[in-house]
Antibody, heavy 120, light 114 residues
Framework: QVQLVESGGGLVKPGGSLRLSCAAS????????MSWIRQAPGKGLEWVSY????????YYADSVKGRLTISRDNAKNSLYLQMNSLRAEDTAVYYC?????????????WGQGTLVTVSS | DIVMTQSPDSLAVSLGERATINCKSS????????????LAWYQQKPGQPPKLLIS???TRESGVPDRFSGSGSGTDFTLTISSLQAEDVAVYYC??????????FGQGTRLEIK
């Protein structure tokens, strides 16, 4: 079955960096667009970024543009999010999710999430 | 950007009763060429990731109980739970995928047992 497992979260100081990973299994990873979606504590869902199946098309939310970088390694069935210049408002659970239809559509599979806390 | 607004923010319904959650988009998410509404619904239980319930406004995902149904078109949509069960306590989100990026979600509706 489809499985997405995030890792790499933790406590980081403002201005610091972190790299999140998402290991995918149970499906042909290279066939699907993938997204990162975050949820601040007690808040709703915020889409962060998506990447096409080949990695050639990438989009970001305005709130993270220039600071977060999405990438993927289809040979390793892995999705990544490099997070730089982190701010307190980036504190959230970060989910990787499979985009079922492609080109930024709906998400039929989600990981359990990894918590990023930005605090001094 | 398309703004998604859900109502109410929270809802308390008795077991076995009907629960109705509304979602309104700031512009139509109906694509006229295929007559499909680019709207999805998710359920999120405490401590869990969201789970896809419905896509294309009314297509229930495999394994989702048939007490869940989605309706609406254009800018106004509804998620209905026909007979509330205890396990349906959750936060529900709508999401549009008509115009992306950005992909946008409603603010969520918290459903509780009365």
């Amino acid at each position: 079955q489809v499985q997405l497992v995030e890792s790499g979260g933790g406590l980081v100081k403002p201005g610091g960096s972190l790299r999140l990973s998402c290991a995918a299994s149970g499906f042909t990873f290279s066939d699907y667009y993938m997204s990162w979606i975050r949820q601040a504590p007690g808040k709703g869902l915020e889409w962060v970024s998506y990447i096409s199946s080949s990695g050639s098309i990438i989009y970001y939310a305005d709130s993270v543009k220039g600071r977060l970088t999405i990438s993927r390694d289809n040979a390793k069935n892995s999705l990544y999010l490099q997070m730089n210049s982190l701010r307190a408002e980036d504190t959230a659970v970060y989910y990787c999710a499979r985009d079922f239809y492609g080109s930024g559509s709906y998400f039929d599979s989600w990981g359990q999430g990894t918590l990023v806390t930005v605090s001094s | 950007d398309i703004v998604m607004t859900q109502s109410p923010d929270s809802l308390a319904v008795s077991l076995g009763e009907r629960a109705t959650i509304n979602c309104k988009s700031s512009q139509s998410v109906l694509y006229s060429s295929n007559n499909r509404n680019y709207l999805a619904w998710y359920q999120q239980k405490p401590g869990q990731p969201p789970k896809l319930l419905i896509s294309w406004a009314s297509t229930r995902e495999s394994g989702v109980p048939d007490r869940f149904s989605g309706s609406g078109s254009g800018t106004d949509f509804t998620l209905t739970i026909s007979s509330l069960q205890a396990e349906d306590v959750a936060v529900y989100y709508c999401q549009q995928y008509y115009t992306t990026p950005p992909i946008t979600f409603g603010q969520g509706t918290r459903l509780e047992i009365k």
